[in-house]
C-alpha cells in the first residue's frame, strides 16, 4: 500500500494576536534575525554547502573493551557513541588531532 503525504492547512489556525501574517510589516533587520536565532544568508549557504556533503558508511571492528570506553566516554560527553567516534576521526583527518607515535625500545 502506497503511503500518501498529508498536506498541512494552515486555513484554520486562530488569529492571535500579532501572530498572522501581515506583508505589510517591515522585513526584520540584521539585529531583529541575530536575536531570533535565523542564520544570516553566508552563514545558511555555509551550513547548506556543509550538508550537501554525502556520507560515507564504513565498518570498524573494535574489541569489546575500546567499544566499552568509547561508549564511557560519549556517555561522560552527553552524546550517542557513533558521533563521538566520527568526531574523533573527522579531527585526526583534519588535523585537529594529533597522535602521538611511541616506538619500543
Do not use: C
Not at 488569529?15 to 505589510?24: D, T, V
Not at 552563514?43 to 554547502?49: S, Y
Amino acid at each position: 500500500m502506497k503511503k500518501t503525504k498529508s498536506r498541512i492547512s494552515y486555513k484554520n489556525e486562530p488569529k492571535e494576536a500579532g501572530w498572522e501574517f501581515n506583508p505589510a510589516a517591515p522585513a526584520l533587520d540584521e539585529k531583529a534575525t541575530s536575536n531570533l536565532g535565523i542564520p544570516s544568508p553566508s552563514d545558511a549557504r555555509t551550513h547548506l554547502k556543509r550538508k550537501q556533503a554525502k556520507e560515507t558508511r564504513i565498518n570498524v571492528r573494535l574489541s569489546a573493551k575500546t567499544l566499552a570506553g568509547l561508549k564511557q566516554q560519549a556517555e561522560e560527553a552527553g552524546m550517542p557513541y557513533q558521533t563521538l567516534a566520527a568526531s574523533a576521526l573527522h579531527m585526526l583527518a583534519t588535523g585537529k588531532l594529533r597522535l602521538a607515535v611511541v616506538t619500543g625500545g
